[in-house]
T-cell receptor, first 111, second 114 residues
Framework: KQEVTQIPAALSVPEGENLVLNCSFT??????LQWFRQDPGKGLTSLLL?????REQTSGRLNASLDKSSGRSTLYIAASQPGDSATYLC??????????FGTGTSLTVIP | DTAVSQTPKYLVTQMGNDKSIKCEQN?????MYWYKQDSKKFLKIMFS???????INETVPNRFSPKSPDKAHLNLHINSLELGDSAVYFC?????????????FGQGTRLTVV
């Protein structure tokens, strides 16, 4: 069964720093990997989707990479801002149309 | 317009009651899901429907019963609510078999059983 792990569980950085969030998964037979952001008490906002055939996707200050063979994805956030503070979740999509979520990384950007 | 909408957003109820959470998507997706987020923020699938047909039914108590009147709606009915049912429930939708499509989530329903 697919297991998705995110490291670190929590991260606190000063404003302006570049940072990397990690996501690893045990079964490489995935359709895609999606990164989400969740603000406290809110729903999930999709940030980036990487298809299994792709290596990376970029949106603004965000860049997500995928190495399917090694079961890893990273989310790179450039020039972090206090507004980036949230929980970041990765989810892999597999056959049967199910999404498996990671445990999340809680990010705090200190002004 | 909200892509995936859930109602209510908050639900506080007593043990033993029966309650329903409604979900609607206007994305034209053929697959809808219910996820439960526990106190540690971990999201776990409960059910998935494709074109009104149940395709995923994880180990969930029989007190939870999903109902899909059409492919744009997936409601969750919970009987005899227990304290342990307190959590945030998320509805989501996607298009089956298309790896380039995103999953979209509702804003969640925070259920508190007292």
């Amino acid at each position: 069964k697919q297991e998705v792990t995110q490291i670190p569980a929590a991260l606190s950085v000063p404003e302006g720093e570049n940072l990397v969030l990690n996501c690893s998964f045990t079964d490489s037979a995935i359709y895609n990997l999606q990164w989400f952001r969740q603000d406290p008490g809110k729903g999930l906002t999709s940030l980036l989707l990487i298809q299994s055939s792709q290596r990376e996707q970029t949106s603004g200050r965000l860049n997500a990479s995928l190495d399917k063979s090694s079961g890893r994805s990273t989310l790179y956030i450039a020039a972090s801002q206090p507004g980036d503070s949230a929980t970041y979740l990765c989810a892999v999509r597999q056959g049967g149309n199910q999404f498996y979520f990671g445990t999340g990384t809680s990010l705090t950007v200190i002004p | 317009d909200t892509a995936v909408s859930q109602t209510p957003k908050y639900l506080v109820t007593q043990m033993g009651n029966d309650k329903s959470i409604k979900c609607e998507q206007n994305l034209g997706h053929d697959t809808m899901y219910w996820y439960k987020q526990d106190s540690k923020k971990f999201l776990k699938i409960m059910f998935s429907y494709n074109n009104k047909e149940l395709i995923i039914n994880e180990t969930v108590p029989n007190r939870f019963s999903p109902k899909s009147p059409d492919k744009a709606h997936l409601n969750l009915h919970i009987n005899s609510l227990e304290l342990g049912d307190s959590a945030v429930y998320f509805c989501a939708s996607s298009q089956r078999g298309q790896e380039y499509t995103e999953a979209f989530f509702g804003q969640g329903t925070r259920l508190t059983v007292v």
